[in-house]
Nanobody, 119 residues
Framework: QVLVMESGGGSVQAGGSLRLSCTYA?????MAWFRQAPGKEREGVAA????????EYGASVVGRFTMSEDGASNTVFLQMDSLKPEDTAMYYC???????????????WGQGTQVAVSS
């Protein structure tokens, strides 16, 4: 059973925008986005306290990325604006019944979707 699944990655020039989507299996899940670039550790990007508007953002994306939720379709989104080459990474959606903020302790992970930003 696929509990978490991302979509929406792609290639874009610096300054552009992309929107990632993630569908999840349970409304009891807290959701988060992470990313990992080659040779680097997994980095917390955004985390959403479900069914509220409370979100936590990583320092490198605050003011540029926005995480939101559509509870009716069990989908979260990551709107990425003003993209920079350093945003290039594999982006993962994560879920758990515990809110882990931006720590990579979530139990359920998607397969990832690649984002590439060219200068």
């Amino acid at each position: 059973q696929v509990l978490v699944m991302e979509s929406g990655g792609g290639s874009v020039q610096a300054g552009g925008s992309l929107r990632l989507s993630c569908t999840y299996a349970s409304r009891d899940f807290f959701m988060a986005w992470f990313r990992q670039a080659p040779g680097k550790e997994r980095e917390g990007v955004a985390a959403l306290f479900h069914h509220t508007e409370f979100t936590e953002y990583g320092a490198s994306v605050v003011g540029r990325f926005t995480m939101s939720e559509d509870g009716a379709s069990n989908t979260v989104f990551l709107q990425m604006d003003s993209l920079k080459p350093e945003d290039t990474a594999m982006y993962y959606c994560a879920a758990d019944t515990v809110f882990w903020w931006l720590l990579p302790k979530y139990r359920y992970w998607g397969q990832g979707t690649q984002v590439a930003v060219s200068s």
